[in-house]
């Protein structure tokens, strides 16, 4: 008995041990995962089953390992071989290669990630955009080094992508062509910061700011809150007019129509002061009227104003300086003309009679 009690003690530990480790470096692998692949693809809805992908593959390796039968699988797949060329690949070679090229890509996107965090926390207007195109070239860069280790790992022969890159070079030429256009002026422009993020532009008719300018495209947000993806090719290629690149003044105006025999000093005194009240009109320079039209149905007076802050709305303002104008022209009574149209009825002559011609009634029976 006390022999089997020491063989017990002596072997439970080694037993514990040995089943402990797989399942530890199991939940190991699995958090990191699950880490690089919400800090990597933020939001993505595919990175959930992915997650779960990773974790019964960490799980089933485990129970190989711990069953003893993780060798053998390995070594017959090491015997499934084939030649391609100068090169012998097995099964075991590939899956060993595919999970590495995985792993390596993953952590060069994490890591890319975490630069970009790191780098446009803190950064805004112009040294934003500075940071952004550094980030798109770490990106890119760590990327690139990412697939060349990645097929290292398989087995790939390097000097072979030669040939790869003469393939590359023809299909960038043809089929490629805008895409490759929109990534290089996506350098273009963060480089030479012609439009920057926060930049208020108008780009074929949409208006709206610039949130984010990724390595393809760029996102332009509307004051009303829809998103227009844009291609980085068109801010290079095509004319753009960027609203905050000189000056932040915006000008707004609005006409408004009053009668002919209302006193002109007085509506211009009235229009003035309704768009000085308003606390985001610009005092210097100020407000100005102006009788721009002699219309069909009264005197057609033009209201100029400026304003700094269009991102805060520029309806919500013109519109409360309208209601402003209604309430001055009522109280003062002055008034705004509607279209008004007079309708003449004519009467048709009477033919006149001549003398002479006219016949007395016939008065026989």
């Known amino acids: 008995a006390y022999t089997a009690s020491v063989?017990?003690?002596?072997?439970?530990?080694?037993?514990?041990?040995?089943?402990?480790?797989?399942?530890?470096?199991?939940?190991?692998?699995?958090?990191?995962?699950?880490?690089?692949?919400?800090?990597?693809?933020?939001?993505?809805?595919w990175v959930r089953a992915l997650e779960r992908s990773i974790s019964w593959l960490a799980w089933l390796a485990m129970l190989l390992w711990v069953s003893g039968l993780l060798p053998v699988i390995l070594e017959?797949?090491?015997?499934?071989?084939?030649?391609?060329?100068?090169?012998?690949?097995?099964?075991?070679?590939?899956?060993?290669?595919?999970l590495t090229a995985g792993v390596v890509i993953l952590i060069t996107l994490w890591?890319?990630?975490?630069?970009?965090?790191?780098?446009?926390?803190?950064?805004?207007?112009s040294e934003l955009s500075l940071r952004k195109a550094v980030s798109n070239a770490t990106r890119v860069t760590l990327v690139f080094i990412g697939l060349l280790l990645a097929l290292s790992a398989v087995g790939i022969d390097l000097t072979a992508l030669s040939v790869l890159g003469g393939a590359i070079g023809v299909g960038v030429g043809f089929g490629l062509q805008k895409l490759a256009a929109n990534y290089v002026s996506g350098f273009v422009m963060l480089a030479e910061r012609s439009v920057r993020i926060g930049d208020s532009v108008r780009v074929d008719g949409f208006e709206g700011l610039i949130?984010?300018?990724?390595?393809?495209?760029?996102?332009?947000?509307?004051?009303?809150?829809?998103?227009?993806?844009?291609?980085?090719?068109?801010?290079?290629?095509?004319?753009?007019?960027?609203?905050?690149?000189?000056?932040?003044?915006?000008?707004q105006s609005t006409v408004v129509s009053v009668g002919y025999d209302s006193d002109v000093a007085l509506v211009m005194?009235?229009?003035?002061?309704?768009?000085?009240?308003?606390?985001?009109?610009?005092?210097?320079?100020?407000?100005?009227?102006?009788?721009?039209?002699?219309?069909?149905?009264?005197?057609e007076f033009t209201l100029n104003y400026w304003m700094t802050d269009p991102e805060n709305g520029q309806?919500?303002?013109?519109?409360?300086?309208?209601?402003?104008?209604?309430?001055?022209?009522?109280k003062n009574g002055i008034e705004i003309p509607y279209p008004q149209r007079?309708?003449?009825?004519?009467?048709?002559?009477?033919?006149?009679?001549?003398?002479?011609?006219?016949?007395?009634?016939?008065?026989?029976?």
């Open 211 to 251: 949130t984010d300018i990724r390595a393809r495209y760029t996102v332009v947000r509307a004051l009303s809150g829809r998103e227009s993806i844009v291609p980085n090719e068109m801010f290079i290629s095509n004319r753009i007019e960027n609203l905050s690149l000189a000056d932040s003044r915006v000008l």
């Open 7 to 45: 063989f017990v003690s002596r072997l439970f530990p080694l037993a514990v041990f040995k089943v402990a480790v797989p399942v530890l470096l199991s939940l190991a692998v699995i958090r990191l995962g699950v880490k690089v692949l919400q800090a990597a693809f933020k939001n993505a809805p």
């Open 76 to 98: 017959e797949l090491d015997d499934i071989k084939w030649k391609v060329g100068a090169t012998t690949l097995s099964v075991r070679n590939m899956l060993e290669g595919a």
């Open 269 to 299: 005194r009235l229009l003035t002061e309704s768009a000085a009240a308003q606390e985001r009109v610009l005092k210097d320079p100020g407000p100005g009227v102006n009788l721009t039209n002699f219309g069909a149905d009264g005197l």
């Open 342 to 365: 007079v309708l003449h009825t004519l009467t048709p002559p009477v033919p006149a009679v001549e003398p002479g011609t006219a016949s007395a009634p016939d008065l026989k029976a």
């Open 111 to 125: 890591i890319s990630s975490a630069i970009e965090s790191r780098l446009l926390r803190t950064a805004t207007g």
């Open 315 to 330: 309806q919500n303002l013109r519109s409360l300086i309208n209601l402003a104008v209604l309430a001055a022209l009522r």
